[in-house]
Antibody
């Protein structure tokens, strides 16, 4: 059974860089078609997609946050890392990583398995 | 960027009733690459529908999706107590993925 779990600091100061790690099991990011995405949700608000990395190391970013985000993978450790620079209080949110739905005959950037999420607060 | 507008914002209904949720896109969603998620308080979202109308693994058949182009609908045929939650649509027809603002289905 596929699982994902986010880890990282719960509190960061404004202007600092946030580094989050997604550790997953029962799939490999070296397998064709596999991808892992990051999505966040401010308290009481809607979901916001941040980034997605594919098995072939192709990467996609939210245009509004692209200058601040970097997504990388470590296939040997079954991990995906997201860094976000210049954190601001408006970045306070629960951050989720999620497994890209893998279909045999079609493209899909929907997310079928999600981690539990990690709450990050930005405050001095 | 494709903007997704969900309506209504809140939908008060009783168990057993039919729920119809709308998701409208600012431009056509390529190949009907639209998904629906359910989220309960304190939980991660759960994938219900992908490709506008295909149910994800383990999703009951009371959930159905339809639509194409810019107009999509999620229908819950008969609401069960566990269906009261917030529902989000997401498009993946563009490389810039986007989510809608959500519809809360609440107990009337």
């Amino acid at each position: 059974q596929i699982t994902l779990k986010e880890s990282g600091p719960t509190l960061v100061k404004p202007t600092q860089t946030l580094t989050l790690t997604c550790t997953f099991s029962e799939f490999s990011l070296s397998t064709s078609g596999v991808g892992v995405g990051w999505i966040r949700q401010p308290p009481g608000k809607a979901l916001e997609w941040l980034a997605l990395i594919y098995w072939d190391d192709d990467k996609r970013y939210s245009p509004s946050l692209k200058s601040r985000l970097t997504i990388t993978k470590d296939t040997s450790k079954n991990q995906v890392v997201l860094t976000m620079t210049n954190m601001d209080p408006v970045d306070t949110a629960t951050y989720y990583c999620a497994h890209r739905l893998l279909l045999l005959t079609d493209w899909s950037d929907a997310f079928d398995i999600w981690g539990q999420g990690t709450m990050v607060t930005v405050s001095s | 960027e494709i903007v997704l507008t969900q309506s209504p914002g809140t939908l008060p209904l009783s168990p057993g009733e039919r729920a119809t949720l709308s998701c409208r896109a600012s431009q056509s969603v390529s190949s009907s690459y639209l998904a629906w998620y359910q989220q309960k308080p304190g939980q991660a979202p759960r994938l219900l529908i992908y490709g506008a109308s295909s149910r994800a693994t383990g999703i009951p058949d009371r959930f159905s999706g339809s639509g194409s182009g810019t107009d999509f609908t999620l229908t819950i045929s008969r609401l069960e107590p566990e269906d009261f939650a917030v529902y989000y649509c997401q498009q993946y027809g563009s490389s810039r993925l986007t989510f809608g603002g959500g519809t809360k289905v609440e107990i009337k």
